[in-house]
Structures are given as C-alpha cells and as structure tokens.
Nanobody, 114 residues
Framework: QVQVVESGGGLVQAGGSLRLSCVTS????????LGWYRQAPGKQRELVATITRRGSMNYVHSREGRFTISKDNAKNTVYLQMNSLKPEDTAVYYC????????WGQGTQVTVSS
C-alpha cells in the first residue's frame, strides 16, 4: 500500500501564493502518474493538474497560468505552486498517484479570503 501525504495548505488572502507538497512512500517514478485534485464545499472533486512519469504536465484550472505542477523524483514529492489565488480556489486539495495502483491522500485545506 502506497501512502500519499499532502501538506502546505492554509489560509491566505486573495492574490497570495501557496505551495502544496505531496510525499509518497515509494518512488514516484515507479508509480507513474501524479496529480492534484480539489473539492470545494458542496461540489464534486475536480482535476487541477497532472504530471506523468516523463514529466509531461497537463492543467485544467491554470488557464491563467496561476498554477504550476512539478515533481522531484529524488524526494518522492510532487508540488503544486499556486499564485494569484482567488476566493474561488478555496477547497480541499488532494494528491493522487496512479499507474501501478490508485492512491489518494487525505487532503489539505486551502482557504482564500477576499
């Protein structure tokens, strides 16, 4: 069983930045794909960004270029840098690792105040 643990959430004012981290208990290169999802109160969980084993990135909620996903294979860590945060970015952010299995973290709360 692969463990996935997120950190880095918190309360930030609109326009601020946060960097989320997700550490896995096994090498992320062996897992395959990594991604960040978010779930706002009363809404369904939605995809934010993904990164493949080879480092190809895909974004859903960064059309404005505000979010950046990256990873550090040596640290078994995937990051989500979030800039120019808006109140509508408020959600629980989840890390997912999938490929040889499908593993989710418990989530980290991000709250953006106006």
């Amino acid at each position: 069983q692969v463990q996935v643990v997120e950190s880095g959430g918190g309360l930030v004012q609109a326009g601020g930045s946060l960097r989320l981290s997700c550490v896995t208990s096994t090498t992320i290169f062996s897992i395959g794909n990594l991604g960040w999802y978010r779930q706002a109160p009363g809404k369904q969980r939605e995809l934010v960004a993904t990164i493949t084993r080879r480092g190809s990135m895909n974004y859903v909620h960064s059309r404005e270029g505000r979010f950046t996903i990256s990873k550090d294979n040596a640290k078994n860590t995937v990051y989500l840098q979030m800039n120019s945060l808006k109140p509508e970015d408020t959600a629980v952010y989840y890390c997912r690792a999938w490929g040889t299995g499908d593993y989710w973290g418990q989530g980290t709360q991000v709250t953006v105040s106006s």
